[in-house]
């Protein structure tokens, strides 16, 4: 009896000493979806934007590219100049998040294809070089969105983007 009632504090004194200095890990997330508002806010300017691409000033949503009305880039189509809130920026959405690799971002085809260099997923882009390197604020702020995973794609945990100036993108 004496022996048990010894463990017994025993492990109340070791759990009260626990209790006091254990450190809470950080949460990571493991959702599958991506924001919606980065998507809008700081994502989808950079598929509408003109950039200086190794070819000369390209245009991601232009016609001839990924305009899904008048484009021949593959199965990623976007609708340029999408109202925020409306159908086509949530189509355009699904679109990019179909190229978006949660589990690696950096082997994300959303990225690799526009950026320099020949890649084992991605192979060469018809469209040509958008982004000089990982350095590049248009990828990184892509990059970013395919990073941070939520369980809900309006979670409030979104919104932490801040856009970037797309006319320092590019070559
Ligand atoms: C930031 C801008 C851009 C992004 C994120 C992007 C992304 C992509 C992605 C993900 C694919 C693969 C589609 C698939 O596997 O079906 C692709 C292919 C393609 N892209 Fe782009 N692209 C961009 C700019 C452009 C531009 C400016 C052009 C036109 C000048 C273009 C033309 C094409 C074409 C023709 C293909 C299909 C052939 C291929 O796989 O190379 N892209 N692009």
């Given at each position: 009896?004496?022996?048990?009632?010894i463990?017994?504090i025993?492990l109340?004194?070791?759990?009260?000493a626990?209790?006091?200095?254990?450190?809470?890990?950080?949460?990571?997330?493991?959702g599958?979806?991506?924001c919606?508002?980065?998507?809008?806010?700081?994502?989808?300017?950079?598929?509408?934007?003109v950039?200086?691409a190794?070819?000369g000033?390209?245009?991601?949503?232009?016609?001839?590219?990924?305009?899904?009305?008048?484009?021949s880039?593959?199965?990623?189509k976007v609708?340029?100049?999408?109202?925020?809130g409306?159908p086509?920026?949530?189509?355009?959405?699904?679109?990019?998040?179909?190229?978006?690799?949660?589990?690696?971002?950096?082997?994300?085809?959303?990225l690799?294809?526009?950026?320099?260099?020949?890649?084992?997923i991605s192979g060469?882009?018809?469209?040509?070089?958008?982004f000089p390197?990982t350095?590049?604020?248009?990828?990184?702020v892509?990059?970013?969105?395919i990073?941070?995973?939520?369980?809900d794609?309006?979670a409030s945990s979104?919104?932490f983007?801040?856009?970037?100036?797309?006319?320092?993108?590019?070559?």
């Amino acid at each position: 009896m004496e022996a048990r009632l010894i463990i017994l504090i025993t492990l109340c004194v070791g759990l009260t000493a626990c209790g006091d200095d254990v450190s809470v890990e950080p949460v990571t997330a493991s959702g599958s979806a991506l924001c919606v508002a980065d998507f809008e806010q700081c994502v989808n300017p950079v598929f509408d934007a003109v950039i200086t691409a190794s070819g000369g000033q390209a245009t991601c949503a232009g016609s001839g590219c990924h305009d899904v009305n008048a484009g021949s880039g593959g199965a990623f189509k976007v609708f340029p100049q999408a109202e925020p809130g409306s159908p086509e920026m949530m189509s355009n959405f699904f679109a990019a998040k179909g190229f978006a690799n949660l589990n690696d971002p950096d082997q994300s085809k959303l990225l690799l294809e526009p950026l320099r260099g020949v890649f084992a997923i991605s192979g060469t882009h018809t469209g040509g070089d958008i982004f000089p390197n990982t350095a590049d604020a248009c990828y990184g702020v892509i990059h970013d969105w395919i990073s941070i995973r939520v369980e809900d794609s309006n979670a409030s945990s979104c919104g932490f983007c801040t856009p970037v100036d797309v006319s320092t993108c590019g070559f």
